[in-house]
């Protein structure tokens, strides 16, 4: 058997043996370009440096095992970029020299200068959102313990982890604690909104530049996106992210998504892309609660090195519940506020620096509830503080009770009267 003959056998092989992905972007364009006189070394040409380092760490192994069984003898395999001036091919068991495997053809190729093996990403981690920065509650306990049990184990436990929830609830926070312990461990790692995604893709195709992006997205030890719901809807995106996900997932790497939503609630997102999503683990963060939201308050605070005292933290807590954002921003508001003018920091003070956050309810009366249940049922006051039974009387006047004993001071005796 000719070595040309061996090479295409071998590729024959191996792209039964791997996903359509990972041959096509690792293998498809391999060329044979010498062999030794005893047809025991194979060297083989890549488009990129990239490729070759990748094919000589991560699938030489596979390659040669796979080269040595079609040629029944033990076969070493080398990767090299272009096409390097080739020594003449040998046939052993011929009368007359094999003709020499003629060197392919230089062609003019981009080549894809090899990403960062510390975070291939425009985007650059938040120093501050590291899990020792962040503050675990009942809201968040389960997404905490899954993100840092990845982080500890990439691509071997929850891949992969999908972590939603509403906004500013901790979700990116997480994401970059995990980039950080990975990077901390010499991981390779990229991390990019989905929206960079979109942009990286649509800018590869558009400048015919489809092996850097796809080189960029499946070489990492830990791919994380952040806001993955904005990929619904666009068909080429998710087209790329499927193939993406199985090529890293097929190598045991890591991949880490979060979203404000569930995927089955994402109406627009490919069955094949949600089926996957929930594939490892699903991690809800919920909105926190009265004790962690004074602890965050507490880490915000001690992070400024400000002291402030526990019943303006329990204030601020207490009025402000949406999301983790807002409450900083309110510590930030009293804070600016005892700085520009002088006062310290006390409940007086938070109530008129965050008094946009407190618009407390006028105090409403049994009159009003009747008033107003009086005119939305359009039934008069009268027939409905009479004795009249009729239905249309009966439900008014149970609604208006519920409302005064809800919204009122009023004790069941004085709703009686």
Same mark, same amino acid.
């Given at each position: ?8 056998? +071998? ?18 364009? &391999? ?22 380092? %990748? ?9 040669? *095992? ?22 003449? $091919? ?16 230089? *062609?003019? *190729? ?35 313990? #899954?993100?840092? #049990? $990845?982080?500890? &184990?990439?691509?071997? +436990? ?38 960079? /995604? ?14 850097? /992006? ?13 806001? =993955?719901?904005? =990929? ?9 992210? %499927?193939? +993406? ?49 004074? #602890? ?13 005292? *526990? ?18 921003? #309110? ?48 039934? +008069? ?37």
């Amino acid at each position: 058997m000719s070595p040309e003959v061996a090479w295409k056998a +071998t590729l024959g092989e191996l792209e039964l043996q791997m996903t359509k992905a990972v041959f096509n972007t690792w293998l498809k364009g &391999a060329e044979l370009v010498a062999v030794d006189q005893n047809q025991s070394k194979y060297t083989v040409s890549v488009q990129t440096a990239y490729a070759r380092d %990748f094919l000589q760490n991560r699938l030489q192994d596979t390659v040669k *095992r796979t080269l040595s069984s079609v040629t029944n003898v033990a076969t070493d395999v080398e990767f090299v970029v272009g096409a390097p001036q080739p020594e003449p $091919v040998m046939a052993t068991a011929a009368p007359s020299p094999a003709p020499p495997v003629r060197p392919a053809p230089r *062609r003019h *190729r981009t080549v894809v200068k090899p990403p960062s093996r510390q975070l291939m990403s425009d985007s650059t981690f938040n120093t501050r959102y590291t899990f020792a920065t962040f503050v675990v509650g009942h809201n968040n306990r389960l997404a905490h313990a #899954a993100a840092l #049990a $990845v982080a500890e &184990a990439p691509g071997q +436990t929850y891949n992969p982890l999908f972590i939603y929830g509403g906004v500013g609830l901790g979700k990116t926070h997480l994401l970059q604690a995990v980039g950080h312990k990975s990077l901390q461990a010499g991981l390779s790692v990229c991390y990019v909104s989905s929206e960079t /995604f979109t942009n990286d893709l649509i800018q590869s195709i558009r400048k015919q530049k489809t092996a850097e /992006f796809r080189a960029k997205y499946r070489s990492p030890d830990v791919l994380l996106i952040d806001d =993955i719901q904005f =990929i619904a809807g666009k068909e080429s995106t998710q087209e790329e992210l %499927f193939h +993406t996900f199985n090529d890293l997932h097929s190598r045991g790497k890591q991949v880490i998504l979060s979203s404000d939503r569930q995927p089955r609630a994402m109406v627009t997102l490919e069955d094949r892309l949600r089926s996957r999503f929930e594939w490892g683990l699903m991690a809800d963060i919920q909105l926190p609660d009265q004790e962690t939201r004074v #602890a965050i308050l507490q880490s915000k605070a001690e992070e400024k090195n400000v002291t402030v005292p *526990r019943g303006v933290l329990n204030l601020i807590a207490h009025h402000v519940r949406s999301n983790i954002r807002e409450l900083e921003g #309110a510590l930030n508001k009293v804070l600016a506020y005892s700085q520009l003018t002088g006062a310290p920091i006390s409940t007086d003070m938070v109530n008129m620096a965050l008094a946009d956050y407190m618009r407390l309810p006028e105090k409403v009366t049994v009159q009003q509830v009747i008033n107003e249940v009086s005119r939305y049922y359009s039934v +008069t006051e009268d027939k409905m503080t009479g004795r009249g039974r009729s239905r249309s009387i009966v439900y008014p006047r149970q609604i208006a009770m519920y409302l005064c004993r809800t919204e009122t001071d009023a004790s069941f005796p004085q709703i009686g009267q």
